[in-house]
Every structure is written in structure tokens, then in C-alpha cells.
């Protein structure tokens, strides 16, 4: 029997299973709502099995570094072996410790969570952040919403624990988690923040990534004012694998007091490796988009469909010669301001006021900022007002970034006053590209100087007249002319008036051999040899040698150098005579693979037969002369002295070498252009050094001359890849044909000559 003031527990009771049942069915609700779209769109199937990822395309060297990225993301993925077992396991510890005995959901996690409304930790699972990361992207701020974004998450990540593994869906956070400065996914992360790949990475590293993971930001270790979170999140991180038995107390306490040890390295497009190379690659790149569309004729993306590109350049060739462009040119570049001290038209010589204002206004027109400010209608005169306008700027110097002001204007003539180079080496059997630097500094000179600029090439076109006149009439390198001024009259060739070449320094007298000729760069003896063949046989001989004719006129002249052609061209001519005749196209993809590794593109080698075998080893032998008599003697160094067909030695030069070496300097008109040429049978690399415009030169032929411009850079790189064991550079001789008809051994090829080459007046030593 109750009573009126007996309180009605069964009332009670229903109210609360009522409350009970009702919440779940309003959960079971919310969570069909949410599968089937009412609080958002949901991942199909098919997304799901391909959630949508920017990758970045993948730059790849022939030593199997990755040397460059072009990317709207920063992210190339990895796979689950990919990643130590220390990385893994500091995830797991920190974010998710029931990773391996939930599915999807963290029951324990979310009930605690939500009794403490979120004060003890979050209850989002590495699953719900990665379907996040995938389909949620932006967190609401509106507590409703974000409710409702949860239960959506919480549906997503049920479907990826069944549509993925426990390791896979690692793998997914990891490479999508956006680690911020670039950092896209955690291989580039691991590159840009310790300079190594996610394998190598060190537990202590890890870890600072994994305390990343919270906020990128606020735990950013390369964040001055970040720092100290970075590390005590890190520490905790330590703390959270002790606890999961991954570590001990004492591997704890040494761990934290490590400090944050960096390799900070970012990853952009004008910083890092082969600047030059990849620009020029991502030219070709789009172009051989254009011609390839996917199979469901939709375009590739370069920058989001994580093609990779397989390179033939070498990434240890192409640091050495970053080196020896960095080291030489930097104390050129001394000397060259030096000699500008008292030069009142610096960096210009010979040229007028006037003739000065038109160069600098012509840059101001193909400047970047005159065409933008075009573009956008302003007035021509208030553009060029502008740049009369000083203005804070940074700006390049060899000694590092220059925090200054001045006007556009003046920023264009201080531009002018550097040096610039190209640079590339092949193998010239293959036609691989091992190294290319397009110039100085990609950041501040993007003009490339590899393919893109052409140059005047002085006497390293001379090769090709004498190759001619071996390969027509059988000529051998003892062969002698006189040594005498010479005039091929006018009508000749075409011709409108006499031409008559005159020797550097006005030397003349006596005979001299072709090997002579060559090695010591005699202007009047190359005519000679241009008259008795031609100048159209000699075009017609630099064309078969792969070099683009269509501006070369057939005239007498070009047996000088008068011709405008790039490194690029130079280097795979002068490379059929390594290869014994052969022309080899130069290339440097060597296949392009999508992200599942379905290959796209394989490189298949061109070749062309341009000189039989003997004359292309008797080129070789005119241009070991120059480097063992000539004007690229002083490769030889102080171990000259050891060799047979040395009396003295040429001291002063840090290269040393004695194995056998074809090459040929090269300098213009003016000291404009100064170059060096030189193979080895397995190895063609040519340099190029000038100013960006011909008036902007040294003032004489003492530091002007591609010995002492160009020669330095090819002699540092070779020392540095002959001291690398693990490269194969030939020191053997070039293969001599069998049953060789011509000779090549010249009475007198023992006697040293007392000054390295007409082209080098002056016997100097210069620490480059």
C-alpha cells in the first residue's frame, strides 16, 4: 500500500529508460542523418577508395635523390614501411593509445570527453582525424555545427576502418597532415625540418613531429617564439611512449634533454639543387602535357598528380659543380668590382652615356613590373617615374642577401655589374645530362644560360674548322702552315671585301703544325684552313654535329668564333669526337611514372653518324694539345713537371692533373665571353662566363680570357669528382682506332712552349 507522499520510483524509472532509449535512437539518428547526407555531402565508395590529394610532382636524379618538386602542395607520399617504427609508435602513444582495438571510434575516449566536456583531452581517434583532414576540412565554430560535423566524422572514419587497414590509415595522416612552411604530408616534412627522409628519421625527431600534430603552429620548432612549446610538447611526447612501454625512464630523461636539433630546408622552387635544370624541366614538362593527355583524354597536372620524373642529372655531378661555380665565380667577382673601381661607366666599357641609357631603359621594358604595371593601364611616363623612386629592397651580393635602398632603375644597372655563367656535363656516349647550372643565383638571375642564352663562342668553334679539314682532306695534326698574315680576297665565298685575320698580340713567323695552330689559337693559320675547305663545308659539319645552323651564314669569319651558340649545343658537339664520331642527342628524362608507377614516357637514345672513328680521334689529339702546350696547359698544375713532354712546369694552378685531357678555351672580341671546353672519354662539360650585356667585361685579356674566366670552374668541379671514389670518371686515354692512317704524334709535341697560348699573353697566378 502507498501512500500520497511515497514517492512513485516506477514513474521515475520509465522516465529514465524513456530519457535512455530516446538518446540513443536520437544518437542512432543523428548518425543515419549523417551517413546519409543531411548534415553534408558524404565520400562515395569511390572516394573513399581514392580520397582527392594534391601530390606534388616528384624531380628525381639518376643517383635516386629527389632534387626538386613543382607543387600546389608540398606533399609526396610515402608507403607504411616507409616509416620508422619510432614515428609510428609516438603517433599512436600521443594521439590515439587504443589505436589497435577501436573501430573508428574511441567508446572510452568520447564518453570520458563528453563527462568532461573535452577538459581531459579530446576523443578524436587518428581515424576521425584523417576523415577530417579528407572530407570535414574547415572546423566550425558554431557549437551545433560542430556537433553535427563530429557525428559526420564519426560515420566517415567507421567506413575507413572498413575500407582501409590499421597501417594504411596511418600511412593516409601522416602523408595528408599539413606540417605548414610547405610541409606537406610527412616525407616533405621530414626533408624540409631535419634534411633526411622519414626513414632515417631519429626517435628524438619524431617526436617534434608528432608534437606537430596538436597545432603546427603553435609546436612549430623552426618558430623562434614557438620553440620552447615545440620542445615540452616534444617531451611529452616522450612521456606518452614511456607510458606505452616504448621507452624507458632513463631513455626518457636523456632524450629530454636533447635540444631541438634542426636541418631546417625548404623546399621551393627557386632555393635548393639544379634550380636552373628544373625551371627548364618544368618548360619541357608542360609541353609534353600538351602532347599526352591521360587515357580518358583529360590533362595530366603538374602540379597536383604526383607524376614522377626520372632525370638523368646526377645529384653528387651536379653539387660539384654548383661548387665550383659558387667558389670561382665569387672570387671573379672580386676581381672583376676591382678593376671597375676607377671605371666611370662601370659596370659598362666603351659605350656612351646615351648608349648606357638605352640599355637600362630596354631592361626597364622587359622587366617584369613595367609589363604589370602595363597591363593595368598606367600612363607610360608614370611608369618610368617609378622607377626613379627609391624604395626599401633586398638584393643579391656573394656575401649574402643586401638590406638597402635605392630605385629600380640603379637596382637594374647593379644587376648588370655580375658575371654569369652556364655550365653542363654529359656523358657522351649516352648523351646523359649529369649536371647543368643555368647561373649564379636562380632567385635574383633567372635567365638561363645553359640552352636558353646563346653567346658568341670565339675559338672553341675552331675545333669544327679543323675536323672539317681532317674529315675532306685527311689532314694530320703535324700538318704545317705558315705562320704568316693571310688574306682571302674579296668575291671569295661571297664575300664583299678581303678578309685578313690578325694574330692575338701580332705574332707571326715560322711554321707551325695544326696541333700548334690549335693549342695556341692562331687566327691566320685557322683561315688558312677555313680557305682550303670552306665555310659552307664547315656549316655543314656543325649542323650534323646537332647545332642550330639556321643564324650561321656560310662566310669565313665564323672559323674565328663569330657565331652565337649555347652551352648546351657546344657540349654534345665537342662530345662526338669522345664518341668516336658519333653524335648523341643530350638528354635528361629518362622516364616519367604517375603515382601508381604506370610508366608514362621511357628514353629512347638518337644517335647519328657525323665522323668516321679516325677523324674523331685526331680531333681529340689536336685538342689533348691544348691542354698538354696550349691555353688550357695550366690545368696540368705542378705536376707538369712529371710528365714526358714537359721541360718546366706551370706553377700557381690547383688542379694537378695528368691524365689525358681534350679541350679548348675560348674568348671573344673584347674579353666578352670567355669559355673552356674539355672532355675525358667518358665525361663533355662546358663553361661559359660573361656579363649579361658584352659592354660589361674585364678590361684586358690578363683576367678576360676563357682560361682565366671559364678553364677554373671545369678544374674545380673534375678535381672534386675524381676525389669521390664511388664516381667513375675516365683518367684512361681516349681509344685509339685500329690501323690508324693518319698521324698524330708531331715531331716537337715534347717541347714546352714559354708562355700557355697566344690567347694567354700574360703568365699570372690568381687565387680562383
Given at each position: 500500500?502507498t501512500?500520497?507522499k ?39 565508395f569511390e ?38 617504427e ?10 590515439d ?5 577501436h573501430?573508428g ?16 583531452g ?9 576523415a577530417k ?12 555545427e ?51 627522409e ?20 603553435l609546436?612549430?620548432p623552426?618558430?623562434?617564439?614557438f620553440k620552447?612549446?615545440?620542445k ?10 614511456q607510458?606505452?612501454?616504448h621507452?624507458?625512464e632513463?631513455q626518457?630523461d ?14 621551393q ?9 628544373r ?6 614538362l608542360?609541353?609534353?602535357i600538351?602532347e ?11 602540379y ?5 620524373v ?7 655531378y651536379?653539387?660539384y659543380?654548383?661548387?665550383?661555380v ?13 678593376k ?22 630596354r ?42 635602398t ?11 655589374s655580375?658575371?654569369?655563367?652556364g ?19 636562380y632567385?635574383?638571375f ?19 674548322v679543323y ?16 705562320n704568316?698574315?693571310?688574306?682571302i680576297?674579296?668575291g671569295?665565298f661571297?664575300?664583299l ?14 711554321m707551325k ?12 693559320i685557322?683561315a688558312r ?10 656549316v ?6 646537332g ?13 674565328l668564333?663569330?657565331a ?7 657540349v654534345?658537339?665537342?662530345?662526338t669526337f ?9 638528354y635528361?628524362?629518362?622516364r616519367i ?12 637514345p638518337?644517335t647519328?653518324?657525323?665522323l668516321?672513328?679516325e677523324?674523331?680521334y685526331?680531333?681529340?689529339?689536336l685538342?689533348e694539345?691544348v691542354?698538354?702546350f696550349g ?16 721541360k ?5 694552378y ?9 679541350g ?7 674579353q666578352?665571353?670567355?669559355w ?15 656579363g649579361?650585356d658584352?659592354?660589361?667585361?674585364f ?24 676525389k ?22 708531331c715531331?716537337g ?8 697560348g ?11
Amino acid at each position: 500500500m502507498t501512500t500520497d507522499k511515497t514517492p512513485n520510483y516506477k514513474k521515475y524509472i520509465k522516465i529514465f529508460w524513456g530519457l535512455y532509449i530516446s538518446g540513443i535512437m536520437l544518437v542512432v539518428l543523428l548518425f543515419l542523418f549523417a551517413s546519409w547526407g543531411f548534415f553534408g555531402e558524404m565520400p562515395t565508395f569511390e572516394e573513399l577508395e581514392n580520397p582527392e590529394t594534391n601530390l606534388a610532382t616528384e624531380v628525381i636524379s639518376s643517383d635516386g635523390k629527389t632534387i626538386g618538386k613543382y607543387f600546389k602542395e608540398n606533399r609526396t607520399p610515402v608507403k607504411y614501411e616507409d616509416l620508422p617504427e619510432n614515428l609510428v609508435k609516438a603517433l599512436v602513444s600521443t594521439e590515439d593509445e587504443r589505436y589497435y582495438s577501436h573501430a573508428g571510434i574511441d567508446a572510452r575516449g568520447t564518453i570520458r570527453a563528453a563527462i568532461y566536456l573535452g577538459e581531459k583531452g579530446g576523443a578524436s581517434t587518428i581515424t576521425q582525424q584523417l576523415a577530417k583532414l579528407l572530407f570535414t576540412k574547415i572546423r566550425s565554430d558554431n557549437k551545433i555545427e560542430r556537433i553535427l560535423q563530429k557525428f559526420k566524422e564519426w560515420v566517415i572514419a567507421i567506413r575507413l576502418e572498413r575500407q582501409y587497414t590499421k597501417q594504411e590509415i596511418i600511412t593516409m595522416y601522416l602523408n595528408k597532415f599539413d606540417f605548414i612552411y610547405q610541409a606537406d604530408g610527412i616525407r616533405s616534412a621530414s626533408r624540409i625540418y631535419f634534411g633526411k627522409e622519414p626513414k632515417q628519421l631519429e626517435v628524438h625527431e619524431s617526436a617534434v613531429l608528432v608534437a606537430m600534430l596538436k597545432n603546427p603552429t603553435l609546436y612549430n620548432p623552426h618558430i623562434d617564439r614557438f620553440k620552447e612549446n615545440s620542445k615540452q610538447r616534444r617531451n611529452q611526447v616522450f612521456v606518452q611512449m614511456q607510458r606505452n612501454d616504448h621507452l624507458n625512464e632513463k631513455q626518457v630523461d636523456s632524450l629530454q634533454q636533447l635540444a631541438l636539433d634542426l636541418n631546417y630546408s625548404p623546399e621551393q622552387h627557386d632555393q635548393g639543387m639544379a634550380t636552373y635544370f628544373r625551371a627548364h624541366l618544368r618548360e619541357y614538362l608542360q609541353d609534353w602535357i600538351d602532347e599526352n593527355p591521360k587515357p580518358d583524354g583529360t590533362e595530366y597536372s603538374l602540379y597536383s598528380d604526383g607524376i614522377k620524373v626520372f632525370t638523368t642529372i646526377d645529384s653528387r655531378y651536379q653539387q660539384y659543380a654548383e661548387t665550383a661555380v659558387d667558389k670561382h665565380m665569387k672570387n671573379l667577382q672580386k676581381v672583376f668590382d676591382e678593376k671597375n673601381e676607377r671605371n666611370s661607366t662601370a659596370p659598362f666599357r666603351d659605350v656612351t652615356p646615351e648608349e648606357i641609357k638605352r640599355i637600362i631603359n630596354r631592361e626597364i621594358k622587359n622587366s617584369d613590373r613595367y609589363r604589370d604595371m602595363l597591363e593595368k593601364g598606367i600612363d607610360k611616363e608614370k611608369i618610368m617615374a617609378s622607377f626613379e623612386k627609391r624604395r626599401k629592397m633586398k638584393v643579391f651580393s656573394w656575401n649574402g642577401t643586401i638590406d638597402t635602398t635605392m630605385t629600380p632603375r640603379d637596382s637594374i644597372r647593379y644587376y648588370k655589374s655580375f658575371l654569369n655563367t652556364g655550365m653542363m656535363s654529359m656523358n657522351p656516349q649516352s648523351g646523359a645530362i649529369k649536371a647543368w647550372v643555368g647561373g649564379i643565383n636562380y632567385k635574383y638571375f633567372k635567365y638561363e644560360h645553359v640552352k636558353q642564352a646563346q653567346r658568341q663562342v670565339g675559338s672553341t668553334f675552331k675545333p669544327f674548322v679543323y675536323a672539317t679539314a681532317i674529315d675532306q682532306l685527311n689532314l694530320s695534326p703535324c700538318y704545317e702552315l705558315p705562320n704568316t698574315r693571310f688574306t682571302i680576297p674579296k668575291g671569295k665565298f661571297g664575300l664583299l671585301e678581303d678578309w685578313s685575320p690578325e694574330n692575338a698580340g701580332n705574332e707571326y713567323g715560322g711554321m707551325k703544325s695544326l696541333k700548334q695552330a690549335l693549342a695556341e689559337s692562331i687566327n691566320t693559320i685557322t683561315a688558312r684552313v677555313m680557305d682550303k675547305v670552306g665555310p659552307t663545308a664547315v656549316v655543314n659539319m656543325v649542323d650534323r654535329l646537332g647545332v642550330d645552323t639556321s643564324d650561321i651564314k656560310a662566310y669565313p669569319s665564323i672559323a674565328l668564333g663569330t657565331a652565337d651558340l649555347s652551352v648546351y649545343e657546344m657540349v654534345a658537339a665537342y662530345s662526338t669526337f669522345a664518341n668516336k664520331g658519333v653524335y648523341t642527342e643530350p638528354y635528361f628524362v629518362t622516364r616519367i611514372e604517375d603515382k601508381n608507377g604506370t610508366i608514362l614516357y621511357q628514353h629512347s637514345p638518337r644517335t647519328k653518324d657525323v665522323l668516321n672513328k679516325e677523324t674523331a680521334y685526331v680531333a681529340t689529339q689536336l685538342l689533348e694539345g691544348v691542354t698538354r702546350f696550349g691555353s688550357g696547359r695550366r690545368l696540368r698544375g705542378t705536376y707538369a713537371k712529371n710528365l714526358p713532354h714537359y721541360k718546366k712546369a706551370v706553377t700557381g694552378y690547383p688542379y694537378d692533373f695528368e691524365n689525358p685531357i681534350a679541350g679548348k678555351t675560348g674568348t671573344t672580341q673584347n674579353q666578352s665571353d670567355g669559355w673552356f671546353i674539355g672532355m675525358v672519354p667518358n665525361l663533355t662539360t662546358g663553361v661559359w662566363v660573361g656579363g649579361q650585356d658584352r659592354s660589361v667585361r674585364f678590361p684586358s685579356l690578363t683576367y678576360g680570357q676563357g682560361a682565366t674566366m671559364a678553364l677554373p670552374i671545369w678544374g674545380q668541379y673534375m678535381k672534386d669528382l675524381y676525389k669521390d671514389e664511388k664516381i667513375q670518371v675516365s683518367r684512361e686515354d681516349f681509344e685509339k682506332p685500329e690501323n690508324l692512317s693518319i698521324k698524330v704524334e708531331c715531331k716537337g709535341d715534347d717541347k714546352n712552349e714559354d708562355d700557355d697560348g697566344k690567347e694567354q699573353t700574360e703568365e699570372y697566378q690568381v687565387d680562383f
